[in-house]
């Protein structure tokens, strides 16, 4: 059984930082080219990240230079590092997992950037 388990979603101040990671099971990590994906209230799901194995990491025009994206084949799991956090960041998260065959998504974790 496929399963992407995302953590680290949490409210946070203007400016500062998170890290989300996903956990993947029943999946060979490394076939798979990982995304994030983020969803605000009212607006369609987008981009924020995507790296296939073993090379850098894609980043949406809106975070880059913010937002680093790695991931650990080792341990089946991939990172989101939030910096510089903007209230338009809010949003919930999402993990995917994409072979070009099948793909995958985790049930999200809320990002709430507020004063």
């Known amino acids: 059984q496929v399963q992407l388990v995302e953590s680290g979603g949490d409210l946070v101040q203007p400016g500062g930082s998170l890290r989300l990671s996903c956990a993947t099971s029943g999946v060979i990590f490394r076939f798979y080219i990982m995304g994030w994906y983020r969803q605000a209230p009212g607006k369609q799901r987008e981009l924020v990240a995507r790296?296939?194995?073993?090379?850098?990491?894609n980043y949406a025009d809106s975070v880059k230079g913010r937002f680093t994206m790695s991931r650990d084949n080792a341990k089946n799991t991939v990172y989101l590092q939030m910096n510089s956090l903007k209230p338009e960041d809010t949003a919930v998260y999402y993990c995917n997992a994409d072979s070009s065959i099948k793909q995958y998504w985790g049930r999200g974790t809320q990002v709430t950037v507020s004063s």
């Open positions: 790296i296939p194995s073993g090379d850098t990491a």
